[in-house]
């Protein structure tokens, strides 16, 4: 671990948690602040989308979440003519059944704080804390570093002013970043004032405590109760008449109970315990850099949209996880700043993308406001039509963010195609079905057989089975080497080029095809700390390749494959633009 921290992180939500525990997985040590002094209760962006989940699990701390969990959820729409009658119940989010490659494909709902205290276990179990009640002023750059002014709330609830130098300073502070502003860059996009809701987390009797449920009983009003998971624990969305979200301002919980009534048209529906509420409306805007000098901005600090479609912490946390293993290998001198220059280039594109993906959600949820007649429901079955306003809450496979990608980066390389042909692709958040390259997410692949494995580490004895996705960690690059047999020779050739690059910071893997004869003492002492045989064949499929292809793969710690190369040239190339100084 780097003795004092020199990476100061000024927000202590999902994102800076995420971006905070993954630097301390790199041996860097962190301040992280939070300007409120007491860590907030809200649900907020509860929905964790897959290609999230993964990172977590890389990060070691999925199965924690996955404790507060909920999933499945349908979208429960009410009769405006008889409010107690369901007139339709679909899924909220496309179920995408899990393959080899992606085995991950159900959104999970969990509420923020919980997700955010799973995070701060794991952060103090690193040796860390979340420093409440301290506030970022303002910020300086100098050449070799950053000068930042810090309000410290005390005990008795007064404030010092302390100086400190950090060597950079990432912003995951929300919308109204300070971190931004004091760098000086610009937030470009609109606000749409006449697009209010205002949302509520409370304790509520009387809905059954799962899905959805949703009434609208006129144009200009919508009522949602999202169940979280917790007992009677929903979120209420209202967005209301102008004379409901005028009562709604007033935050009084006959006032709330009113608009409830009212809205659904229904008595039985009971509210108490309000922990936290707040007019939202959305604020559609992307900062034109992501980086000035050595500082950084990060999830909403960069980016704010519609929550529509649940792309907000979950592209956060792709932003920190993307920037974090390239500030651990500069701060630990093992590159130059240069590298940091790649995160814009690959993350910007991304939520360019994300901003036209939610805002047409948002738009079209906005526009479905008024529930179709019903008039011609009835039909000699009894049956009732499915009411085109829940086409606006279908969430598919895109927002799962498994396609995302940054084929165009300047740090990656894939040796197969040409360069204009290699970095081909319809758009940022990619197309379901289609083969690996780099730049993209690195499939899993099961069912490898663990012929070798280091001696103090792996998930599976050797004999036993494991899974790309248990091999990948957050401080690491992996270099599967997809070796037949006869070219077993070659691969010990890679095996020890691969010394000149720090241990610490690369994982060699030989992967062997199901039909290898070759065993662990045929292997000999090669310097590979894993070596599997791809029993199932899922890994050369997942990657595209053919049992008697010799191919290199190098997949970073972010879980994003780096490098299609076939030698120790390829090899050299890839890692000069990582450790290239």
């Not at 994102?15 to 997985?25: E, P, Y």
């Not at 401080?475 to 010394?499: M, N, Q, S």
Request: hydrophobic share 35%.
């Amino acid at each position: 671990m780097t003795d004092r921290p020199k990476i100061l992180i000024v927000g202590s939500g999902p994102v800076g948690s995420i971006l905070a525990l993954s630097l301390l997985k790199n041996g860097v040590s962190v301040r992280i602040i939070e300007k409120d002094v007491k860590h907030h209760l809200g649900t907020r962006g509860p929905g964790i989308m897959p290609r999230t989940l993964e990172l977590e699990h890389f990060l070691g701390i999925r199965k924690d979440i996955e404790k507060y969990s909920i999933s499945g959820s349908l979208v429960r729409m009410y009769d405006p003519k008889d409010p107690y009658r369901v007139v339709s119940a679909k899924p909220m989010g496309e179920k995408v059944p899990p393959t080899p490659a992606y085995p991950t494909g159900t959104p999970l709902t969990v509420p923020q704080y919980l997700h955010e205290s799973v995070l701060r276990k794991h952060i103090e179990d690193a040796g860390s804390k979340i420093d409440l009640g301290v506030a970022l002023v303002g910020l300086h750059q100098v050449d070799d570093g950053v000068l930042v002014e810090l309000s410290e709330t005390r005990d008795d609830g007064s404030n010092t002013i302390v100086k400190e130098k950090y060597d950079f300073v990432i912003g995951t502070d929300g919308g109204h970043s300070t971190v931004r502003k004091s760098a000086g860059i610009a937030f470009l996009g609109e606000t749409r004032d006449d697009d209010k809701m205002h949302i509520v987390d409370c304790k509520i009797e009387g809905l059954e405590e799962k899905d959805i449920h949703t009434w609208s009983t006129n144009e200009r009003e919508r009522i949602l109760f999202r169940y979280t998971g917790q007992p009677k624990s929903f979120q209420v969305i209202i967005i209301g008449t102008d004379e409901h979200m005028e009562l709604a301002r007033t935050k009084e919980l006959s006032k709330i109970q009113q608009i409830v009534n009212e809205g659904t048209g229904r008595t039985d529906i009971v509210i108490s315990d309000i922990t936290w509420q707040g007019e939202w409306r959305p604020n559609i805007r992307m900062a034109e850099h992501f980086q000035s000098g050595r500082v950084f901005v990060a999830g909403d600090a960069a980016h704010t949209h519609s929550p529509a479609g649940g792309q907000g912490l979950n592209s956060g946390a792709m932003d920190v996880f993307n920037l974090a293993w390239k500030l651990a290998l500069v701060v630990k001198g093992h590159a130059d700043r240069k590298l940091l220059e790649s995160y814009e280039l690959e993350r910007l594109p991304v939520i360019s993308e994300m901003l036209k993906i939610s805002t047409g959600l948002h738009e079209k949820i906005r526009g479905s406001l008024l529930p179709p007649s019903l008039s011609q429901s009835s039909s000699s079955s009894g049956d009732v039509p499915t009411p085109s306003p829940m086409d606006a809450f279908a969430r598919g496979r895109k927002l799962f963010q498994l396609d995302v990608n940054c084929r165009w980066s300047p740090i990656v390389l894939d040796e197969r195609f040409s360069e204009e042909e290699a970095t081909k692709q319809p758009n940022a958040y990619g197309t379901e079905g289609h083969e690996a390259r780099a730049g993209d997410r690195a499939p899993d692949a099961p069912n490898l057989l663990v012929v070798k494995r280091p001696g103090n580490e792996g998930k599976a004895e050797v004999g036993g089975e494991t899974r790309l996705h248990d091999v990948f960690t957050p401080d690491k690059h992996t270099i599967l080497v997809f070796v037949p047999d006869k070219f077993l020779g070659k691969a010990k050739a890679i095996l020890e080029e691969l010394k000149k690059y720090p241990s610490e910071l690369i994982r060699p893997a030989l992967v062997l095809p199901a039909a290898s004869l070759s065993s662990a003492t045929a292997i000999g002492d090669a310097s590979a700390e894993y070596v599997f045989k791809d029993t199932a064949g899922h890994a050369y499929t997942g990657y595209g390749l053919k049992e008697d292809e010799f191919q290199i793969v190098v997949v970073r710690p972010d879980g994003v494959i780096g490098a299609f190369v076939t030698g120790k040239d390829g090899v050299a190339k890839y890692f000069s633009f990582i450790f290239g100084k």
